[in-house]
C-alpha cells in the first residue's frame, strides 16, 4: 500500500502562489501516472493534472491550465504542484493521487488501483 502525505496548503489572497508537496513511500513515482485532485463541498470532484511516469507526459484541466504546473522529484520520490495567481474558486482540499490513468484527453482516476493521502486544505481569500 502506497504512502502519501500531502503537505503546502494554506490561507493565500487572490492572485498569490502556493506550492503544495507530496511525499511518497517506495516507489510510487514510478508507477503509470501520479497527479492532484481537489474536492470543495458541493463540487465534483475534479482531477486537475497528473504527469506519466514512463515518457513524463503532462496533462492539465482546463480551469488551472497556463495557472498551475506538476512537477516531480524521482530521487525524493516527491511530486509537487505550482500553483500561480491563485483565485477564490481555487479553495478546496488538494490530494495527490498515485496510479492515475493519462489518455488523450486528460487524467483519470482507477477505481480499485488509485491511491491517495490525507489532502491539504488550499483557501484563497481576500
Known amino acids: 500500500q502506497a504512502q502519501l502525505v500531502e503537505s503546502g496548503g494554506g490561507l493565500v489572497q487572490p492572485g498569490g502562489s502556493l506550492r503544495l508537496s507530496c511525499a511518497a513511500s517506495?516507489?510510487?513515482?514510478?508507477?503509470?501516472?501520479v497527479g492532484w485532485f481537489r474536492q470543495a463541498p458541493g463540487k465534483e470532484r475534479e482531477v486537475i493534472s497528473c504527469?506519466?511516469?514512463?515518457?513524463?507526459?503532462?496533462s492539465y484541466a482546463d480551469s488551472v491550465k497556463g495557472r498551475f504546473t506538476i512537477s516531480r522529484d524521482n530521487a525524493k520520490n516527491t511530486l509537487y504542484l505550482q500553483m500561480n495567481s491563485l483565485k477564490p474558486e481555487d479553495t478546496a482540499v488538494y490530494y495527490c493521487?498515485?496510479?492515475?490513468?493519462?489518455?488523450?484527453?486528460?487524467?483519470?482516476?482507477?477505481?480499485?488501483?488509485?491511491?491517495w493521502g490525507q489532502g491539504t486544505q488550499v483557501t484563497v481569500s481576500s
Open positions: 517506495g516507489s510510487t513515482l514510478d508507477v503509470y501516472a
Open positions: 493521487a498515485a496510479d492515475l490513468a493519462l489518455r488523450r484527453y486528460g487524467c483519470y482516476l482507477l477505481p480499485g488501483k488509485s491511491s
Open positions: 504527469i506519466s511516469s514512463s515518457d513524463g507526459r503532462t
